[in-house]
């Protein structure tokens, strides 16, 4: 095992060194970037690129008003689909919030004195249980509501850098050779496109 690594160093090693210049070849340099990146963003510019352009009005007509990216994009039949979803993660949230609410207020009363059974329920631990699940699936709601929320505009954001995408039919596979400075003209199968 340790010779089959051994090989395999040494194999990597001779690629690296057919990559070496040899003694009489030059140093092709190649021209540098002419558009300078900016290494460090704050939280504030990067927000900044998000909601610029286009796409960033999208994202924050998604973000500020329900389904308000997908009519800003012009894509109505995706309306009433964010719009039920959103209805629902909301009204599960207000269920099951209204729920454990009640069974918070007769758990109260219950442990007072006040009331001797809710709903059929006499026994305090049952009470509390249940108003655990309901608490538990109100949060669960809650968070949904938010997730759909922020689903639906990362949908609409991405449909507006979509839009202007070629689809066109004019992508294809070309047998090219080209000019390798160790082999002379070799052939390859690659992918070409064009701007």
């Known amino acids: 095992m340790k010779k089959i690594g051994i090989l395999i160093c040494f194999i990597f090693c001779l690629s690296a060194a057919h990559g070496q210049l040899g003694a009489g070849e030059e140093l092709i340099e190649r021209p540098q970037d002419t558009i300078p990146a900016k290494l460090e963003r704050g939280i504030l510019q990067t927000f900044k690129v998000i909601f610029s352009g286009e796409p960033g009005k999208v994202a924050a007509y998604g973000l500020l008003i329900p389904a308000g990216g997908q009519i800003y994009n012009k894509r109505y039949w995706k309306v009433p689909i964010v719009l039920a979803a959103d209805a629902g993660a909301v009204y599960w949230y207000v269920y099951n919030r209204t729920l454990c609410q009640r069974y918070q207020t007769a758990y109260e009363l219950f442990l007072a004195g006040d009331i001797d059974n809710y709903r059929g329920i006499s026994n305090a ?40 995408f070629d689809i066109s039919e004019d992508l294809s596979f070309e047998l090219k050779s080209f000019p390798s400075p160790a082999y002379g003209q070799i052939s390859g199968i690659g992918i070409s496109y064009t701007f």
């Not at 509390?128 to 699936?137: E, F, V």
């Open 125 to 164: 631990e049952s009470l509390r249980l249940l108003r655990n699940q309901y608490l538990l699936d109100s949060e669960r709601a809650g968070i949904t509501v938010i997730v759909i929320h922020l689903i639906s505009m990362i949908e609409a954001f991405t449909d507006a850098h979509l839009t202007n």
